[in-house]
């Protein structure tokens, strides 16, 4: 039987993230329900059902600016604002299931070290061992304008990560001995001071010197999540990474990421194949071709091009908006050009193409339906992928929750049927699922066992 | 009929909080059960059907290294550390109950304000109206020495804070207009641009763009509780407090911080009677006088000298542990002694008395029992303090949950009977619970409020 699968939902506190123009439809909930309580119940309950790894929470702070310089088409389309703090969430949504994982976006830059550790060391008690951390690094003109920090060139980010998990580790992994919690009504010792050390960390961007303040959850080290795609991103992803999530990418390219990837695993001391890695992707499942011609005609009907050149512009910093379309991204400014020209993969490589072609290829891109067919047709083309060397999928789809209940009805039970699936939860920490029977906490060859005491 | 009060029970999200070595007795669930969901359903259950107004959360960062020059004597008894971070509880207690509110302690010191806005923001959408948010602005040594940020001057913290409260105002009260967030599937029109602001906030401290992240929650601005006993702490709770918390006093106290306290508000251009004032105490309520006598004795051998001295050495900074007992309070370094002195009315003002007795005296007192009786008798208490322009009290009591059964089945009842107490629920949202129907919003003489748009 092959190695089986993973498959998370991919979301933000916020409306139909990433599917621009789902909380439109009819039977949508995600525009009514963020807010609420109930909605995020009810969407968790429907992956439990499903028999998902986690639920993935992807966070940005801010309200994106760059398209047309103002913050009106972020806000008129729901583009990663309005939002909650998925953070809160977490607890409320492991009360109300047993084995569903929870992956939480937090980012290096916006608070110190020593929170996020009792961050993640609080979640992984309340959920018994079923949290991931998703780990950002990105800092952005937004969240610098709202005083959040400031922006720091990318590879420096993740050298500042890099310290920033060193200092976690070590809380998570050094300061409290198994069994410092003694418990020990007849001495009268709730914990163990003998059990529970600084950690005296000192580095160029921290200094922290601990105990921490939580005994050990059950996983210690929180499953580690990263999605970094530039070298030093996967450079950081092969350090610290047990599951790396790709964006949608052709097979020859998936091949190649995983072998980076994989490579930078081995080059940190560790198992390649204890990295597992995702691919994100929108797909839609019907019942049949007639249906999913139908639910693919009325997604398209409501997806928004202003949605795409918004994502764009948040992800880029390039403001498409205030360029005419006639404009041939051959005359662009140089600086200007050299990374849009990264985006030119979108239209051909014509020398004269324009911004208003790239334009439309961001929308088409944006909003592309990338696997949509009925159960057997969107599993062969998951088939295909994981021949490429990938373990699982971070789905989005739409309207939400429905949209879900759709490939737990469909497409769930036909992988299963392929002995690609679990048909049952064995295990409830989360790095188990991921990484076997028995192995709670980090590896012995991942580089944050090693700051542990001997 | 009297105005009815207000009553929260207190705690920490670690061991039984304040009523140190309750954790030890037999029918104590905290030790065991504080990292755990369950635990905390079943505490909030308790209190909602007590129709408690709130259950508070007291929370600070790191594990106090003052008595003794270490860690041992906080991590030994429980004081303040282990803990798990608040923050991530109340979603799922809210979603547990119906009515009853949750305060939250966060520092102004420790994230930036657009965090803390959103953070507020988010609890407010999900708990349905029903958060509360202690303001502390506390920074110590431990604090700084786990990379939390530096230790600042008393007064300039609070200078600070007053900066960073009116980013929050800004981006809870200004930032988006009612109805902004419009859901308008047919025009695609998520939230409207036009009625979403930035707050452009430019002051010594903070640069805050906006527009804030979250839409407009139950209460925009979550109820607002703080608790500073200084000159300059209470000069804050009577500009930006809507409830302020107090320590234990006597009776005559409690009349001249009333007084001050409402002054500050009156100077402040509020309501004085706007500003709900609560006290803390720790009780315990017995069916009987024997049940009181047996209960009294059996929480007094549980007690501890050390979590006493250890919590007064997070609050000094001095250490007593280091000092013979034999030494002369008048011998002590004078800067020691001038703030060692505001405790010693802790002792006979004898200028003889010692580091011992001083140590004696704080052990007494940080576990003295405030209030131990049949209902009758602490309502009796209770009454008396009322008279004195109290509204309510935050209660401690263990073993916890065990304590505050007795204080719901037997104190409260007494409190309904004589009329000083509600009988149910009848607003959801906690402001409304403290300043009456339909006002859900920042009273219009609360200075948050000038800072809504016109």
């Known amino acids: 039987m092959a190695e089986q699968i993973h498959l998370n939902a ?10 621009w123009g789902a909380w439109k439809l009819p039977n949508d909930e995600s525009a009514e329900g963020f807010l609420s309580l109930d909605y995020w119940i009810k969407f968790a309950g429907i992956l439990e059902r499903g028999k998902f ?37 977490i607890a409320a949504l492991a009360g109300r299931t047993s084995h569903l994982g929870f992956a939480v976006t937090f980012a290096t830059s916006h608070a110190p070290p020593y929170h996020a550790a009792r961050l993640f060391s609080s979640l992984d008690h309340v959920t018994k061992g079923r949290v991931a951390w998703n780990i950002v690094t990105s800092t952005s003109k937004v969240n610098e304008a709202n005083g959040l920090g400031p922006v720091v060139p990318h590879d420096e980010r993740y050298d500042i990560a890099d310290e920033y998990l060193e200092v976690c580790y070590k809380l998570w992994e050094q300061s409290w001995e198994d069994g410092a919690l003694r418990l020990d009504r007849e001495a009268g010792v709730l914990a163990d001071p003998d059990g529970v050390h600084r950690i005296n960390h000192r580095s160029e ?14 996983q210690r080290t929180p499953f580690l999540y990263q999605a970094g795609g530039s070298p030093r991103g996967m450079a950081f992803a092969g350090h610290h990474a047990e599951a790396v999530f790709l964006g949608m990418q052709s097979p020859d390219r998936v091949r190649e990421m995983v072998d980076t990837i994989r490579g930078n695993a081995a080059a940190a001391g560790r198992d390649p194949k204890a990295v597992k890695i995702l691919m994100g992707f929108r797909c839609l499942v019907g019942e049949s071709e007639r249906d999913v011609r139908l639910r693919r005609a009325e997604m398209e009907a409501s997806s928004s091009a202003e949605a795409a050149l918004a994502m764009y512009g948040y992800w880029t910093g390039h403001d498409l908006g205030s360029t005419p ?42 909003n592309a339906i990338h696997f949509a067919g009925t159960a057997r047709q969107v599993a062969d083309q998951m088939e295909e992928l994981i021949a490429c060397g990938l373990d699982g999928f971070n789905i989005v789809t739409g309207p939400v929750p429905a949209g879900y209940e759709e490939v737990v009805d469909l497409l769930v039970p036909e992988l299963q049927r392929r002995g690609l699936y679990r048909s049952g939860y064995r295990e409830t920490v989360l790095r188990e699922r991921y990484l076997g029977k028995g192995q709670k906490r980090l590896r012995p060859d991942h580089p944050g066992a090693r700051f542990r005491r001997r």
Chains 1, 2 share one sequence.
């Open 325 to 366: 379309d006639g404009v041939k991204l051959g005359d662009l400014a140089s600086n200007d050009f050299a990374s849009i020209a990264k985006s030119s993969v979108l239209v051909d490589n014509r020398g004269d193409a324009t911004v208003g072609d790239l334009k439309a290829a961001i929308a088409r891109d944006g």
């Open 205 to 218: 961007h921290f200094s922290v010197r601990g105990p921490h303040q939580t005994p050990p959850s059950p």
């Open 10 to 19: 991919f979301t933000l506190a916020c409306p139909s993230p990433q599917f």
């Open 53 to 89: 790894d986690a639920l993935f929470f992807a966070d940005t702070m801010g309200v994106s600016d760059v398209y047309g310089g103002s913050e009106a088409a972020a806000l008129r389309n729901g583009v990663f604002a309005p939002a909650i703090d998925p953070t809160i969430l």
